[in-house]
């Protein structure tokens, strides 16, 4: 079983940054996916940005030049700097890590990142 634990959201004025993480604990031996997803008020969870391990990181449109997404192992946290936020930026952020080889599916209890003036 993994935990993982989200930190770093809030408020945060338009244009300005914020960065979340996400520390992982348990049995992360076979984790190699991490992502982000965000889900806003009325709208469908949709994914943000991921890695996965020898492979190049992946972002949506929405956020690419402005997010960026890493990992350190020594400490199993996932982060994701945020600059140039935006209003349409704002909604709960989740943490998730899985697998490709195997059926593995870890979600976190999400960090409300609101942008608003």
């Known amino acids: 079983q993994v935990q993982l634990v989200e930190s770093g959201g809030g408020l945060v004025q338009p244009g300005g940054s914020l960065r979340l993480s996400c520390a992982a604990s348990?049995?992360?031996?076979?984790?190699?996916?991490m992502a982000w997803y965000r889900q806003a008020p009325g709208k469908q969870r949709e994914l943000v940005a991921r890695?996965?391990?020898?492979?190049?990181?992946y972002y949506a449109d929405s956020v690419k030049g402005r997010f960026t997404i890493s990992r350190d192992n020594v400490k199993n946290t996932v982060y994701l700097q945020m600059n140039s936020l935006k209003p349409e930026d704002t909604a709960v952020y989740y943490c998730?890590?899985?697998?490709?080889?195997?059926?593995?599916?870890?979600w976190g209890q999400g960090t409300q990142v609101t942008v608003s003036s």
């Open positions: 890695i996965i391990d020898g492979g190049s990181p």
């Open positions: 348990g049995n992360i031996f076979s984790i190699n996916v």
């Open positions: 998730n890590l899985g697998s490709t080889t195997k059926p593995l599916d870890y």
